[in-house]
């Protein structure tokens, strides 16, 4: 009888191995695959967007990417703008204080970064909480056009091409985000 139960506990030995090993491996298998599933989001996302490359920067430096929706990587890309916007703000002001030049000039691109901090984005944050998609994009849009405007104030070369080049990038991939959720 002895003799009986050594193939029978070898058989359980080795089946609590295989257990034992195959469990943490399919595990490990899924959660890569979970996070290589929202790494295609965020890339396929960005693939049908104007500027890949800077939709791609924007939100891996924004660790929430990972986790999130369409919806949640539209969220991320207005506060991306909502700092971009401030960046250009903040150099329109370190440029009235210089006291250089192009002081109407300066002064319209003032008017026009407020309206996109105070108008549109807003705009685009409460749209995209409220599910309207459509009025996220208009925000988004016009933002954009707020930066061709006030690039266009300059007679000549702007001292906020820089700044506007990004706010308008930055705001145009927000939109074409926003308009997968239409």
Do not use: W
């Not at 195959?22 to 104007?50: G, H």
């Not at 903040?90 to 691109?109: D, E, F, P, T, V």
């Not at 705009?123 to 707020?146: R, S, T, V, Y």
Request: aromatic share 6%.
């Amino acid at each position: 009888m002895t003799t009986n139960f050594k193939p029978l506990s070898l058989c359980l030995y080795l089946q609590a191995i295989f257990l034992i090993i195959s469990i943490p491996t399919t595990y490990s298998r899924s959660t890569f695959l979970a996070k290589d599933e929202k790494l295609s989001l965020v890339e396929n996302t960005c693939k049908k967007t104007p500027n890949y490359n800077i939709c791609l920067q924007s939100l891996k430096a924004n660790s929430a990417s990972s986790v999130s929706d369409v919806t949640g990587l539209a969220q991320i890309m207005v506060k991306v703008m909502k700092a971009k916007a401030n960046d250009g703000l903040n150099k329109i002001h370190q440029l009235q204080k210089l006291g250089n030049g192009a002081r109407k000039a300066l002064s319209s691109c003032g008017d026009k970064y407020r309206a996109i901090l105070v108008g549109d984005i807003p705009q685009a944050i409460e749209a995209l909480e409220k599910g309207d998609p459509k009025f996220a994009e208009d925000g988004a849009n016009d933002a954009a056009n707020e930066a061709t405007y006030c690039e266009n104030e300059f007679n000549g070369k702007s001292p906020l091409t820089k700044q506007n080049n990004a706010m308008h990038d930055v705001s145009a991939v927000t939109a074409a985000m926003v308009r997968q959720l239409l």
